[in-house]
């Protein structure tokens, strides 16, 4: 079993040496032995702080070739005129290739783990694996957008378990409750409980949305997954703009997880989620970027700063605090996705952020925390670890100027068959 001991680190206010056997944090707390650093990779951490890395909980990963393409508008004639068209002219490859990008800027923004609702997963998988981060990856369905053969064919390879790994599996995404009606949406979750999947969605984004499925359905959106019998701890749902206080008291009840996307809702005008609500509904809240094309970029820490002046905006200056808002990017991120991970500490998969102290944004220290989530950015980001390994070392990443130099050129291409 593979061996890093993390020496001199700072950890909490202290000074610590921190094993990671194999996946996991073997030693955080306690002192190391000499049989520790038998055959151990030691990596001098003096001057940097160990803190849990980001996880995305929603995003459209390849949309990164769209990110600046149309912006500043309302989001129905955004999707209609403007987003699907572009995303109509885009291949397997050119998604691997946005994917790749995705990945690349968000492992230099400090997330290990995203949650991705888009086409050819396969590609998407296949770059998560290549670049050692983490992914919760959807089979989506769109009726609107896919023929009775295309959403056979995904149950199909739901089935089969295609291209999973340890660090990256599959999740069954119905799209909305405007693109998927009653019958597969009942198909989709009772295919996730079989599969032991997740199964997440768009829910109550804008008040277009909630307003046309109590006029259809008689409900609001989250009363009616309650109705579908959706609702459960595997059940993950994006955005949560517009939810009623009986909402959130279904989701809480229920053990569903809202994931709030702040900074697109607001560029979209979509609204701004009620938080203190969530928070006092017991309801657990996680945070994600959406896509780059609506944000426009995939950095969680923004999103966590947002989150968390929205809240105090929303209600008192003391809600939503450094240490919370942190805990909503990283370690409720991983528990909504059931991934053991999101804080440092021993028996949790090894993920991490080694962030610099001497970075400008983190000084003076009266407060670590309150400095990363309220002064810092991703400047002060030194090296990343997932599942033991270390993904980005001294701010570097393996070939990361080529996979800029490809996306620049697929942007291109795609725009000019639009």
Request: hydrophobic share 45%; with cysteine; glycine share 6%.
């Amino acid at each position: 079993m593979s061996k890093i001991i993390l020496k001199s680190v700072m950890f909490q206010g202290q000074v610590r040496d921190i094993l990671i056997s194999g996946k996991k944090f073997s030693k955080v707390f306690r002192p190391l032995t000499p049989k520790d650093f038998d055959k151990a990779e030691i990596v001098d951490c003096s001057g940097l702080a160990i803190l849990p890395p980001f996880y995305n909980g929603h995003c459209h990963a390849a949309m990164t070739l769209l990110r600046g393409y149309a912006d500043d508008m309302p989001l129905q004639e955004w999707l209609q005129n403007h987003i699907w068209p572009f995303e109509g002219k885009m291949t397997p490859k050119d998604i691997e290739i946005g994917s790749r990008l995705a990945v690349l800027e968000m492992i230099k923004s400090g997330t290990v783990f995203f949650a991705d609702m888009y086409w050819h997963r396969e590609r998407t998988m296949k770059v998560v694996k290549e670049m050692g981060i983490r992914a919760s990856i959807g089979v989506t369905f769109a009726q609107g957008l896919m023929t009775n053969e295309a959403i056979e064919n995904n149950f199909k390879f739901i089935k089969d378990h295609k291209f999973e790994s340890d660090r990256v599996k599959l999740a069954v995404m119905p799209h909305s409750i405007y693109m998927v009606g009653e019958a597969l949406f009942k198909r989709c979750a009772k295919t996730a409980r079989e599969e032991e999947m997740i199964l997440h969605t768009h829910l109550s984004e804008t008040a277009k949305e909630v307003k046309d499925c109590k006029k259809k359905d008689g409900c609001s959106p989250v009363e009616l997954m309650d109705r579908y019998g959706v609702l459960g701890d595997n059940f993950v749902a994006a955005h949560c703009v517009h939810l009623s206080e009986q909402d959130m008291a279904l989701m809480a009840e229920s053990g569903s997880a809202a994931v709030l996307n702040p900074c697109s809702n607001l560029k979209l005008n979509s609204g701004i989620p009620k938080i203190p609500k969530m928070l006092d509904s017991g309801m657990l809240v996680a945070l994600g970027t959406d896509g780059a094309s609506s944000n426009n970029n995939l950095d969680m820490h923004e999103e966590m700063k947002v989150a968390s002046l929205l809240a105090k905006a929303l209600g008192k200056a003391d809600i939503l605090n450094a240490d919370d808002a942190l805990k909503m990017a990283t370690a409720s991120g991983a528990m909504a996705y059931g991934v053991e991970a999101g804080v440092i500490a021993e028996g949790f998969l090894a993920d991490a952020l080694l962030v610099d102290l001497k970075n400008e944004r983190l000084n003076p220290r009266h407060n670590l925390v309150s400095n990363w989530v309220y002064a810092a950015d991703s400047s002060a980001i030194h090296s990343v670890i997932c599942d033991g390994k270390f993904v980005m070392k001294n701010r570097h990443i393996d070939g990361e100027e080529d996979i800029v130099r490809e996306a620049e050129a697929c942007a291109k291409s795609i725009a000019s068959r639009c």
